[in-house]
């Protein structure tokens, strides 16, 4: 049991720059004392006390105002950062090193009885405000963005954004770096792309920068055949992207702001 204990503790060291010692973990993190209380009533729900563990269970959510069900699993250095709203369902599933933050919901979507809730697979991380409804898995790893409403099951290693959550998977390595290259040759830093949580509109913009990678080869291809039979079209210079020929498109942008 103290082995367990100072194991969270050790979490929250590893998952918040503002820890400063044990001892204040212990005695001002609610997230701790919510999962401490929560592991002592899910071992009376196991033994079939269901009154004193739903007791607990509510002590635990006038302490903290974080709320798990006694039913709930629980794994190993689960840490809650913050936690004040937190909801988490009867059927709930919480793997290893898993993070929530404040607001969160493990919730259902059925009066059902059986499984209806959400279990979320080793590493997982969840946003502020986001809401996990239903039965489904989230996989190892995986990112829920804050406010996000997910209703369905995320990849291992994606990003879910969004309300309804749309899922995100970020590009390989190769495919960033090709888009990098196209975005400096244009001139431009395409929003997003770099990020560990690109929005949608990165996303379009990302498979533009493909759909012009390909493009572009295409017609180095067609230059190349066309100066091999002996004509100098593509020596002519691509005409440059002057930032004076876009100056009124963007007074006229700026004046609609401001009106």
């Known amino acids: 049991m103290f082995a367990r204990m100072r194991e969270d503790i050790q979490s929250v060291f590893s998952r918040d720059p503002a820890a400063r010692n044990a001892f204040e973990i212990v005695t001002c993190y609610p997230g701790l004392h919510a999962i401490w209380l929560h592991r002592v009533a899910h071992w009376l729900w196991g033994y079939d006390w269901k009154w004193c563990a739903r007791m607990v269970s509510n002590f635990n959510r006038w302490l903290t105002g974080i709320e798990i069900h006694p039913g709930a699993k629980v794994g190993r250095r689960f840490f809650i950062d913050h936690g004040m709203g937190i909801v988490i369902g009867e059927t709930a599933e919480i793997g290893d090193d898993v993070t929530l933050y404040q607001g969160v919901t493990l919730g259902g979507t059925s009066w059902n009885k059986g499984k209806r809730h ?9 946003g502020a405000g986001a809401k996990v409804l239903g039965p489904f898995t989230v996989g190892a790893g995986a990112k829920i963005g804050s406010n996000a409403v997910v209703t369905k099951p995320v990849p291992a290693g994606a990003t879910a954004v969004g309300i309804p959550g749309r899922v995100i998977v970020k590009p390989n390595g190769e495919q960033e770096a090709k888009r990098k290259a196209m975005a400096e040759k244009f001139g431009f830093d395409a929003y997003g ?9 990165a996303r379009s913009i990302g498979q533009l920068l493909d759909h012009l990678q390909v493009v572009d080869a295409r017609l180095e291809g ?38």
């Not at 020929?245 to 009106?259: C, H, N, Q």
């Open 222 to 259: 067609m230059c190349k055949a066309l100066q091999d039979l002996g004509s100098d079209y593509c020596a002519k210079d691509m005409p440059t992207l002057r930032d004076e020929d876009f100056a009124a498109v963007k007074e006229a942008d700026d004046g609609e702001v401001r009106s």
């Open 193 to 201: 792309l770099g990020q560990d949580m690109p929005d949608p509109v």
């Open 118 to 126: 959400p279990t979320l697979e080793d590493g997982v991380v969840v």
